[in-house]
């Protein structure tokens, strides 16, 4: 059984990392892409825009929702990018504790 003053110790600790890593998400960043890098997107470990990069040759005025289609499947890119940024963070912020609700 846990002592509960070693218990609130601990919830101190994590609150304090928890507050390190929402600064380190600001910081990291990762750029998904689409369409062999016609369109990239980066984001930051908050899931914000921080910038898009669209290659000339997709921009046809005739078929917009191509182009539409390729921001979009970028931006899932760089999300999915992200999320597993966060994940190896995650990992070893909480260092295999099992936390209830929480799927690393």
Not at 66 to 77: F, K, T
Request: aromatic share 2%.
């Amino acid at each position: 059984m846990m002592n509960p003053f070693d218990l609130v110790k601990n919830m101190q600790n994590l609150q304090g990392q928890m507050e390190k890593m929402k600064e380190e998400l600001g910081e990291m960043t990762a750029t998904g892409s689409s369409g062999g890098n016609m369109v990239q997107v980066t984001l930051n470990g908050k899931f914000e825009m921080l910038g898009i990069k669209i290659d000339p040759i997709a921009v046809d005025p005739r078929d917009v929702p191509m182009l539409q289609d390729l921001i979009v499947a970028a931006s899932h890119d760089a999300m999915e990018k992200v999320q597993e940024l966060i994940k190896q963070k995650s990992g070893s912020l909480f260092g295999g504790m099992n936390i209830p609700g929480l799927n690393l």
